[in-house]
């Protein structure tokens, strides 16, 4: 499947909190998400499904509560697992001008990965494309190279805000069976989705509510 060379690591929230301009938008998020397990997070606009995601990556701070990690190495300690995330937010982020290939090599180079880029437009179905500047592709395919550029950073947590945007019944069934397989190499996935996505493993789901 996967060219995994990862470290498998656990997650665990406590009690978190996280503000946006001043303002509370959550308050008592507590989870535990240990190797293959997957978490979908749901909830109404503005409940802070994106947030959480970007308080996990270490973009936004810790207004209250505790993050903490362990590895194999190392028991409970605090810190977020920035350096281990690999991030699929929103906005796609190819650079326009630059081919599906030479996008995915940018990347590759910034995390240091070997891994076989050609494989990894083959496992999400756009193989064929390689050659295409970024530009030119369809927002579907520009998502397919998103999830492309998740495998090839071999990283043991997925951050993944809304993954099905912009993708057939049949990409958003490719796109679960990556995170399934993700989960059966080690890893971890954290889920921020309006869709009905159920991807196999070790799923539980996470329903956030905005502070009044």
């Known amino acids: 499947m996967s060219a995994v060379s990862f470290e498998p690591i656990s997650l665990r929230a406590q009690e978190l ?7 509370p938008i959550f308050r008592g998020v507590s989870f535990v998400l240990n190797p293959g397990e997957a ?7 503005g409940a802070g499904k994106t947030s959480l995601l970007r308080l996990l990556a270490g973009l936004l ?52 990965s070997n891994y076989d880029l050609k494989k990894a437009l083959g496992r999400v179905g756009i193989a064929s494309l390689y050659s295409f500047q970024a530009g030119q592709l369809s927002a579907g395919q520009k998502r397919r190279l998103a999830l492309a550029r998740l495998l090839i950073q071999n990283q043991p947590i997925w951050l993944l805000d809304e993954p099905t945007a912009a993708l057939d019944a049949r990409a958003a069934r490719m796109s679960e069976e990556l995170i399934a397989a993700h989960l059966t190499d080690g890893g971890i996935a954290i889920i921020a989705t309006h869709s009905p996505f159920a991807p196999k493993g070790r799923v539980s789901e996470l329903n956030l509510v905005a502070v009044a």
């Open 61 to 112: 701070p810790i207004a209250e509560g505790s993050l903490e990690i362990k590895t194999a190495q190392t028991d409970w300690q605090n810190g977020t697992a920035a350096g281990r995330i690999a991030w699929q937010g929103h906005e796609d982020a190819h650079k326009r001008a630059l081919t599906v290939l030479e996008n995915l090599a940018f990347w590759a180079r910034i995390h240091e």
């Open 39 to 45: 978490m979908i997070l749901r909830g109404d606009n």
């Open 17 to 23: 909190g996280c503000d946006r301009g001043g303002q």
